[in-house]
């Protein structure tokens, strides 16, 4: 299967590698995971490991959570019992908190398997994907690094605001706004994807992985760990 | 919880021993340098005037006089390219961080030896 791992955000520190330099990491608890699902070309026209972090207690979850990773008794299943429909595999866990695909060739991954945060062995560089930090309703100077107006000179008022809009060559013509024209609004809590980190160290004994450098996200926040696919 | 694993991470860079001295200590640290190929110890003596952080984050602050002019140096405490700390002299002090220092030259930079002296350091 593809190199990933599912994990959550723990936080950052330093530590000292063997020739005494400081390296920033973030610690990410990764895995244990389960494989819930295994998605293959026939069945599904893709290739792809679904897996599932943290165990939530059955009663916050709904009956389709608990159906994913268990086999549950229905009318229906009986029905497809009766009438000879093999029925899919089930992880047979409790129903989990966080659960992604990982794409690419599945390899020996069965349903049930457990994956732990070995399977980076040997990874230099990770690809890591979260929700990055919610700002709310930003300005530009915030959202866009703009550079405010000045704090004399008449200004009155609007000293982090954006200049004027409309007169702009790249604006001008047709008497309106580009689209994407760079302005307040909404900044952060989207999906970020950081990619080539490099790996620091691997806790196999922890479920710990420490990341050299920063992670998209709030601490305690849910991330995807890939293998990098950048070529370099 | 998370807290708790930051600490554990963090225990494999602390130091086994590490070096007791206070605030308010003249100090000899010895650094390692690596210069080229190969490496030596360059030592920097001055008191402490500052402990910050903590964990393997710790961080000391020195300062001493040289020819006239002040100078400081931060060391992370929990460096491996700190060899050694040696406390030369204790002092007595009335608070964490003794940025007045700054301001002071001559004798009113001196400090009070410490009562018990550096047993009571070593010890402590």
Redesign the interface.
Known sequence: MTKGILGRK??M????DAS?N?IP?T?V?AGPCRVLQVRTAEHDGYEAVQLGFLDKPRRLASRSERGHVARLDSKRSKKLVAAGVALPDKAGCEPQRFIREIRGPIGESKVGQDVTVGVLDGVKAVDVTGVSKGRGFSGVMKRHNFKGQRATHGVKKVHRHMGGTGALAANRGGGRMKKGKKMPGQYGYERVTTRNVPVAKI?AE?N?L?IHGSVPGP??AYVVIRETNVVR | M??E??K???K??LKWEVPQFAVGDTVDVHT?ILEGEDERIQVFSGTVIARSGS???EMFAVRRIVAGEGVERKF?L????IAKIEVKRTGATRRAKLYYLRERVGKSVRLRERKGGKEETTSA
Request: net charge positive.
């Open positions: 723990v936080g520190t330093q530590i000292y005494g400081c990491v610690v608890q806790d922890n710990l420490l601490n305690g | 998370s807290q694993i930051l554990l991470v963090e494999a860079s390692r964990g393997s984050r992370p929990h460096s491996p390219k």
